[in-house]
Structure formats: C-alpha cells, structure tokens
C-alpha cells in the first residue's frame, strides 16, 4: 500500500509542486487551467520511488526501458498549445500517442476532458500507467491502449485534439486523417536526428503547420 499522500511527506510534496507551477508561471505558462491541472496532479507518483525527490525538477526523468517521462514544461507547452485559442471544453475527445507512465494523460483527464484515449507500444508501461493513474484517483477517466500509435485509433476518430510524446521522423497520415476539421494536433518531428514541435491545424482548406519550438523526445517507433 503506498503511505505517500499521508504525514509530513505529502506536505513536502505540495509544497514542490507548488514551486514547480510558480517557476512554469515565470518560463510563460499563462494558461490558468494549465497551472492548475499541474498544481492538482501528484507527478511523484508517477516516476519511480528511487527518484520522488526529483519529480518537481524541471527535467525528463527515466521510466525504465529507455523511455521518460517529460520535464514538466515541456508537458505544460504542450498542453497548452493542444488548446490555444479554443476553451478547455469537457466535451472534446482527445488522443495522446505515447502514454509512457501516464503523467500527460493525468494532466489530460485533471482537464476533465470528456474523452481521452492514449495509446503505448510497450506492454508494461501501459500496465504501469493504468496503476498510476488508477492511484492518483482523478475524476474523469482516460481509456489506455495497447498498441501502435502511429495507426491512431480509426473507430474512435475523429478526434479535437491528438498530441505525440514521441518523435516520429514524418507526420504519421493516419494521425492526420483521424483529426477533426477544426482540430489540432501537436508533435515533435525528428528533422535528421534534430527534432522541432510542431502544431498542425486542420481545416476544411487543408493543413496549416507551424513550428514552435525545440524539442527532445524519445522516438516514435515506426514499424509501418
Ligand atoms: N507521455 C509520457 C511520455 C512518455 S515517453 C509522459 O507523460 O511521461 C514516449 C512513449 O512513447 C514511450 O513510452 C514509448 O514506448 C512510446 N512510443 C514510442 N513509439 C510508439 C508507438 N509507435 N506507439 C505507441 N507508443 C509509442
């Protein structure tokens, strides 16, 4: 049974978490319902024991298997940019791509979004996740797959918003595919061996694409 979340150490806990959204705050998170998902989200439950007293530092962490969880701003910029310009509505349906440990989707269902689904190629990190997010107990519920997210999930499309936490090398087409008109969809792409956020909005015109920033993700694995 896990004791954390009881006595002094929870208060330690919040109180990191805390500095955490203060310092995303200051490195230009604005958006409210962002910082506060995050102020809500118990992130040291999601890495390994070993590494707790870590969770709120502002880096990637290793799950295990060669995958990591995001550091915290990344996972924020991402967030928010899957939303700008549009509210937090309970009703969308969102896919994430990479479920790894299950902090992102956290984030996600700490949103309330209606529908989230988030698919993982490795087996025992979805299990993980599924614990984890089981653990930390949030309202609205994601459904976790098991499989390829490079082919998206056809039955369930479309969806608002699809967002990838690995880098695949070109935009997955039936990622694409399987985005609403009016929908938006966040990647990192792996332009020979530097990889760059994008955003791609899909409109009944076609695609616009922008790019954002850096990026550093594990790849996404291609067996298509
Ligand atoms: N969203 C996670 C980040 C996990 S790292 C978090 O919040 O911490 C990226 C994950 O993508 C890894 O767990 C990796 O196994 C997974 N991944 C890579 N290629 C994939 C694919 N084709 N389909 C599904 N998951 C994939």
Same mark, same amino acid.
């Given at each position: 049974m896990n004791k954390v979340g009881q006595g002094a150490g929870w208060t330690g806990f919040e109180l990191r978490r805390a500095r955490m959204v203060a310092r995303l705050r200051q490195m230009g998170i604005t958006r409210e319902e962002v910082l506060e998902a995050m102020v809500t %989200?118990?992130?040291?439950?999601? %890495?390994?024991e070993a590494l707790r007293s870590r969770a709120y530092d502002d880096m990637s962490l290793p799950l295990g298997l060669g995958q990591t969880i995001s550091q915290p701003y990344t996972v924020a910029v991402m967030t928010q940019l899957l939303f700008a310009k549009r509210p937090i509505n309970v009703n969308q349906r969102i896919l994430e791509i990479g479920?790894?440990?299950?902090y992102q989707t956290a984030i996600l269902q700490a949103l309330k979004i209606k529908e989230i689904y988030s698919i993982e190629r490795i087996r025992s990190l979805h299990e993980r996740a599924k614990q984890n997010l089981r653990a930390v107990r949030l309202q609205s519920q994601a459904r976790l797959v098991c499989g390829d997210?490079?082919?998206?999930l056809p039955q369930q499309a479309p969806f608002d918003g699809i967002m990838l936490t690995a880098a695949p090398k070109e935009v997955p087409l039936p990622l694409l595919q399987q985005l609403a008109i009016g929908g938006r969809m966040v990647l990192p792409l792996d332009e020979g061996g530097i990889q760059f956020l994008w955003v791609i909005d899909k409109t009944a015109k076609g695609f616009q694409e922008t790019c954002v920033q850096k990026a550093l993700f594990v790849p996404l694995v291609n067996d298509n």
């Open positions: %989200v118990p992130r040291h439950l999601f %890495v390994e479920t790894g440990c299950g997210g490079y082919l998206g």
